[in-house]
C-alpha cells in the first residue's frame, strides 16, 4: 500500500528533528477504583477475582461517598445481584 504524501513528508521533518515523535498508544486516563463507579461495582458483584482484587487493595476514602469498608462493599456486591442492577447516587 502506498504511504500518502502527508506521510512521507511528516517522515521526513521527524527524520530532521522539525517534528515531534508521537506515541503510538495514547495514554489512558486513570481508572477509578471499582468501589467508585456504578460500572465497576456491577462487574464486582458478579466476578469474585475482580471482588477479591479490590478487597485486598483496600477501601482508602477519596470522597464523601466512596465506600471505605469492606462491609459496605459486600452489602453494595449483594444489593446489585439482588436487583441486577446498580444505580449511583449523585
Do not use: W, Y
Not at 61 to 88: G, K, Y
Amino acid at each position: 500500500m502506498a504511504k500518502s504524501t502527508a506521510h512521507r513528508l511528516l517522515t521526513m521533518l521527524r527524520s530532521r528533528g522539525l517534528a515531534e515523535e508521537k506515541p503510538a498508544i495514547r495514554q489512558a486516563k486513570p481508572r477509578r477504583p471499582t468501589r467508585c463507579s456504578s460500572a465497576g461495582k456491577a462487574i464486582a458483584a458478579f466476578d469474585p477475582a475482580l471482588a477479591a482484587a479490590r478487597r485486598a487493595a483496600g477501601f482508602p476514602p477519596r470522597t464523601d461517598t466512596t465506600i471505605c469498608t469492606a462491609a459496605d462493599f459486600e452489602q453494595v456486591l449483594a444489593q446489585v445481584r439482588r436487583n441486577r442492577l446498580r444505580h449511583q447516587p449523585r
